[in-house]
């Protein structure tokens, strides 16, 4: 299994960024696939993430802004962030859960840097 990311970018702070990511190999039907991001000298974080069957979380500190799709037979998942703040600078991970429980082997994408202004 690959988790391939991409669309992070430096923009101003009120601006929009759309994160993808793309999984292949071979991935289960129930899987949950998710953004996380790490700031430098902080831990990784989930931001938001997406079950096969359509159910989404999102952080407190992204809710209203951020959105999480996602499309079960392409295996590929988005971030639509809008109104960024400095604070959601990051290195942003796309990370899949292949299967349904706790014990299914999880992946992590390459990371994806996101750099928001003032």
């Known amino acids: 299994v690959q988790l391939q990311a991409s669309g992070g970018g430096l923009v101003q702070a009120g601006r929009s960024l759309t994160l993808s990511c793309i999984a292949s190999?071979?991935?289960?039907?129930?899987?949950?696939m998710g953004w996380y991001r790490q700031a430098p000298g902080e831990q990784r974080d989930l931001v938001a993430s997406?079950?096969?069957?359509?159910?989404?979380y999102y952080a407190n500190s992204v809710k209203g802004r951020f959105t999480i799709s996602g499309t079960n037979r392409k295996n590929t998942l988005y971030l639509q962030m809008n109104n960024l703040k400095p604070e959601d600078t990051a290195t942003y991970y796309c990370?899949?859960?292949?299967?349904?429980?706790?014990?299914?082997?999880?992946?992590w994408g390459q990371g994806t840097q996101v750099t928001v202004s003032s």
């Open positions: 997406r079950t096969s069957g359509g159910a989404t």
């Open positions: 990370h899949l859960k292949n299967g349904g429980s706790e014990s299914s082997r999880a992946y």
């Open positions: 190999g071979n991935i289960f039907n129930v899987n949950t």
